[in-house]
């Protein structure tokens, strides 16, 4: 969904590195999600922001940290990049009326 | 806790045929349910979802799903499968609270064949 942008796409980096990546939408949605997908195990949720001052921890957020900067951005860092968090990154956005999340098309990240 | 199964990890159906994609769900209270697509290097996409009302959910390219409250149920179905439809699908579920949050399936693989 153009909505939904993730930059960058596609990133290579060494273990122990720091990495950004970063979301944005224009949907004008107050609830931001970050998951991780890894083949055979679906999607797993890492961080949610339900508003700007509302962030929260999900199923895996060991190794994560999180920022919104302003209702329309959610950045998710790597502090110290490790092989086992090689995987297909997804932001997602839901309005508080609404029951569906709109899915960004997608970071894949190779930690070397 | 919530939780959402697919047992099958890949279906294979021929073009024209019916489809069906599996899944069970896991959750306290009333469910919301829902159905994702993901095709190749792409984001997932909403295909339908149950909140309340008529167990059986039509959603976009002519996919629909049955909420079967007895069998924690919510399958997938397509009258007539298209080569276009090949894609992985996943199952979601919530509970039925503004603070809740989606898990999802492990995903199942559709492929039409000619």
């Known amino acids: 969904d153009a909505d939904v942008t993730q930059t960058p796409r596609n990133r290579i980096t060494k273990t122990g590195k720091r990495i950004m990546l970063e979301c944005s939408q224009t949907?004008?949605?107050?609830?931001m999600y970050w998951y991780r997908q890894d083949p055979g195990l679906g999607l797993r949720l890492i961080y949610y922001s339900f508003d700007v001052k509302d962030i929260n921890k999900g199923e895996i957020s060991d190794g994560y940290s999180v920022s919104r900067q302003a209702q329309a951005k959610f950045s998710l860092s790597l502090e110290s990049a490790i092989p086992n968090q090689t995987a297909l990154y997804f932001c997602?956005?839901?309005?508080?009326?609404?029951?569906?999340?709109?899915f960004g098309p997608g970071t894949r990240l190779l930690v070397l | 806790a919530q939780s959402v199964a697919q047992p099958e990890d890949q279906v294979n159906v021929a073009e024209g045929n019916p489809l069906t994609v599996k899944c069970t769900y896991s959750?306290?209270?009333?469910?919301?349910l829902f159905w994702y697509v993901q095709y190749p290097n792409r984001g997932l996409q909403f295909l339908l979802k149950?909140?309340?009302?008529?167990?059986l959910v039509k959603g976009s390219y002519g996919f629909e799903a049955e909420f079967n409250k007895s069998q924690t149920s919510f399958h997938l179905k397509k009258p007539s499968a298209l080569v276009s439809d090949s894609a992985l699908y996943f199952c979601?579920?919530?509970?039925?609270?503004?603070?809740?949050?989606?898990?999802f399936g492990k995903g199942t693989m559709l492929l039409v064949s000619p």
């Open positions: 979601a579920v919530r509970m039925n609270s503004g603070y809740s949050t989606l898990t």
């Open positions: 959750v306290s209270g009333n469910p919301y």
């Open positions: 949907k004008g949605h107050d609830r």
């Open positions: 997602a956005t839901r309005d508080r009326a609404q029951e569906t999340q709109y």
């Open positions: 149950y909140i309340t009302g008529d167990n």
